[in-house]
């Protein structure tokens, strides 16, 4: 017997109590609107809308990249929480954090190639999910506002990516933020604002560490997080996933 089988027949009891106050006991849905109810009444569910062509739910549809973009991006999260208990964004101590996180700190090392292979992995699987949704001909209507949410989050995660690679405060670091900034003083009008807004001075020292700080641990995460929230919202609004090519 189940779990689920135990809690049901214990109706009164102790254990069913505490079971149903958790999860919803429903009998297994048998027609097509309580199938459609099951769906849409389930959290884990909900990313799909109540129908969906069962073609789009193959594996061989998607190649699970969206996923596994979602996945990267939770890894880097909680990676990135951890190697803050150690970091410190100021230029006397950075860099000594990361030598201490790869000598001193137990699985410092792992941690830190977590975060850092993570970050390479998302930017990957990002551009192969868009080349997905592309190549399927799932950038068209009704799909093309998922579309602009999905170029903007590819422009947050190369972002977040650019932010984090000041962080070790090493020569890498520092040669590649003057150059990504001079490149971005280029731009017409606004170049030489949008440098000083990043670098927070005419060069990158104190201030553009803090800045690409706050930056890479508050901002960018917080408004990828809340723009994926939009994204998961409109693949359901949208009808699911794109429908077999056939009907296209
Ligand atoms: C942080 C980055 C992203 C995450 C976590 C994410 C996540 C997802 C997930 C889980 C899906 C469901 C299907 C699948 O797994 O492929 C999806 C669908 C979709 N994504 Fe993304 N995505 C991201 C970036 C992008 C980008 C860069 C684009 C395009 C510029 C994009 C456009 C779309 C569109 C149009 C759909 C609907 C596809 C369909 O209906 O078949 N996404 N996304």
């Known amino acids: ?12 009891g102790l254990l069913g109590r505490i079971y149903r106050s958790i999860f919803r006991v429903r009998p297994v849905p048998q027609t097509e609107l309580e199938r459609s109810q099951a769906v849409a009444s389930n959290f884990f569910f909900h990313i799909h809308s109540a129908k969906v062509y069962e073609e789009t739910l193959k594996f061989k549809k998607t190649l699970g990249l969206g996923l596994f973009s979602l996945f990267t991006f939770v890894v880097l999260v909680i990676t990135g929480i951890l190697l803050m208990f150690y970091y410190v964004p100021a230029p006397e101590q950075a860099y000594q954090r990361m030598l201490d996180l790869r000598g001193v700190v137990s699985f410092g090392t792992f941690l830190r190639n977590m975060h850092r292979w993570g970050a ?21 209507a ?4 998922n579309w602009v949410i999905g170029v903007v989050l590819l422009l947050l995660t190369l972002f977040l990516s650019f932010t984090g690679y000041l962080l070790p405060w090493d020569q890498l670091a520092y040669w590649a933020i003057m150059v990504g900034t001079s490149i971005a003083s280029y731009a017409p009008v606004v170049g030489d604002q949008i440098r000083f807004f ?25 408004v990828l997080s809340a723009l994926i929230g939009l994204h998961f919202w409109r693949i359901r609004k949208d009808g699911g996933l794109a429908r077999p090519s056939t009907d296209e």
């Open 198 to 222: 990043l670098l927070g001075d005419d060069d990158v020292g104190r201030e553009a560490l803090l800045r690409f700080y706050v930056l890479h641990v508050v901002v960018l995460p917080a």
């Open 142 to 145: 009704p799909r093309e506002l």
């Open 1 to 12: 017997m189940s779990i689920r089988e135990v809690a049901v027949a214990d109706e009164a």
């Open 120 to 140: 390479h992995a998302m930017v990957g699987l990002v551009i192969l999910h868009m080349m997905r949704v592309y190549l399927t001909g799932a950038h068209k």
